[in-house]
């Protein structure tokens, strides 16, 4: 108290001195009309009481730093202390939060304890076993200590801080209280770790339980992963008996392949055959007056032949020719009674091809066509033969084409029409893929079926889908015998 009056006693003398001295020069520097940096005298005695002023607070504060040295710290180093201030406040809070979690795991730990003094009881039969696994439970309570030892050094160094920021904030008796109860909670929560510590023997025996409860779990999934692989293995199987099957499929793909060039091959050479003959008859294109007995491209003779034996390809083709050469003569010359006279001319290179074509062992269609158009009383009429592979076109319940009607809102000739243009693409589909005959037969070839299957689908007032399916096994030979089969959602609903 007696240093602070006479700091404010001097600092009070001193500043009256000084401002004596500067009124005396201020008054000094006017008289004598003094001008210092080439300002006016007035000027020059105005900034001679401002600095003699400014001389005044620098003393006073020269003084008050010299003299205390809290203040000269509370000026300069306030912010730090503040900055100081708040890591210790946040340092504060997380302790606080740490002891709130110990507190917490205490209260944890403790349920534990009253569970496993129930269960204590059970454990003493067990304690042979947990003898044997005591040796690795004190491995993990060393590892304990070890954390344990950690966390001290931890409060030792938290410590350390403290004492620092007391010896920093000695001044602010706050600040002190404050680190004083934050060194009082360290120290509460070394108690609790210490505590927590003597507790971990019985938790490291619950993790041993629960090892041996994750290796049982480890054993369950290998042993499923075994059947994993089992199935796995099974799945490899079935995927190579597909790669088989679609080896197998590409074997059947290459052969119908070849035989696909084969029947190109042919097609080829029928029409090469075809446009030779064609241009070596062009004249006759125009039909001469009288009575046309044979058509262009007219069916003669025809025949399903399959050659087994080596001299039964020319007896078949001398079979049909002969057979085409009585057609002729029937047609040409009708009334006649000479049935053995030679009408048809045929190249013997043309014959010798067709029988070096069928005499491989398969099964052909073999007909005789006319070249020409033909009144009649001709004397001479050229034909060309063809021979055909006589392959399955459809199979008996494959679907040759199909429409749909609405007989509800369909008058009769409309459903008369529809019928008609799936019968002609029945036709188209069976000759486009070498259909030879365009016979279709319909049911049991009767008209009365036919009639009575248009009868049932106009008085259906419902729409349905009309197909027309291969009642048999269809040839390339023909001829192509349908049902027609009305149906709706999948279901047949009447047919011929």
């Known amino acids: ?9 001097a600092i009070l003398v001193l500043g009256g001195f000084i401002a004596t001295v500067g009124d005396r020069l201020g008054t000094r520097v006017g008289k004598a009309r003094l001008s210092l940096f080439n300002l006016r005298p007035r000027s020059t005695a105005v900034v001679v009481t401002i600095l003699t002023g400014s001389l005044i607070a620098a003393s006073t504060l020269a003084i008050l730093f010299a003299v205390d040295a809290r203040l000269r710290i509370g000026v300069f180093e306030l912010g730090k202390i503040q900055r100081d201030l708040k890591q210790k406040r946040e340092q504060l809070a997380i302790t606080t939060k740490q002891k709130n979690q110990v507190e917490s795991q205490l209260e944890t730990t403790r349920q534990q304890l009253a569970t496993t003094s129930a269960q204590k009881s059970q454990a003493e039969s067990e304690l042979a076993q947990a003898k044997a696994e005591q040796i690795k439970a004190q491995k993990q309570q060393a590892q304990a200590r070890k954390l344990l030892a950690k966390t001290n050094q931890s409060l030792k160094t938290a410590l350390a801080k403290q004492s620092q920021t007391q010896m920093q904030l000695n001044g602010t008796q706050t600040l002190l ?25 019985i938790e490291i025996q619950k993790l041993q339980r629960e090892r041996q409860q994750l290796i049982q779990q480890r ?14 293995a099974k799945l490899d199987q079935a995927v190579q008996n597909r790669d088989r099957d679609i080896a197998e499929r590409d074997k059947v793909i290459a052969q119908r392949a070849a035989h696909l060039k084969e029947l190109e091959s042919q097609q080829d050479q029928l029409e090469s055959q075809v446009a030779r003959l064609a241009q070596y008859y062009q004249s006759y294109k125009v039909l001469r007056q009288g009575n046309v007995a044979l058509l262009r491209d007219q069916v003669l003779a025809g025949a399903v032949v399959q050659i087994v034996g080596p001299s039964s390809a020319r007896q ?20 006649t009674n000479q049935v053995n006279q030679q009408l048809i001319e045929l190249p013997q290179w ?9 005499d491989d062992g398969r099964s052909y269609v073999v007909r005789v066509l006319a070249a020409g158009n033909y009144l009649v009383g001709e004397k001479h009429v050229q034909v060309f033969v063809s021979a055909t592979r006589n392959q399955l076109l459809f199979k008996a319940g494959d679907v040759v084409a199909a429409t749909s009607a609405n007989p509800a809102v369909m008058t009769t000739e409309a459903i008369q029409q529809r019928l008609n243009l799936l019968l002609f693409a029945a036709k188209f ?62 279901k047949v609903v009447f047919h011929t």
Not at 1 to 9: D, V
Not at 448 to 462: A, C, G, P, T
């Open 1 to 9: 108290m007696t240093t602070g009056l006479i700091l404010i006693a």
């Open 177 to 201: 209280s404050q680190v004083s109860t934050q060194f009082q909670q360290a120290q509460a929560l070394l108690r609790a770790v210490s505590q927590q510590a003597k507790v971990l023997r």
């Open 350 to 358: 043309q014959v010798d091809q067709l029988i070096n074509q069928i």
């Open 429 to 490: 589909r069976a000759r486009s893929i070498g259909l030879l005959d365009d016979t279709i037969w319909i049911g049991d070839n009767r008209i009365e079926s036919l009639f009575h299957f248009i009868q049932q689908l106009q008085q259906y007032n419902q729409p349905v889908d009309i197909k027309a399916i291969a009642a048999v096994d269809t040839y390339t030979a023909g001829p192509l015998k349908i049902e027609l089969v009305a149906v709706q959602h999948g």
């Open 316 to 335: 078949a083709v001398a079979s049909i020719l002969q057979e085409a050469n009585r057609t002729a003569i029937a047609l040409t010359q009708p009334g």
């Open 219 to 232: 054993n369950q999934v290998k042993a499923r992963i075994g059947e994993r692989d089992q199935e796995i």
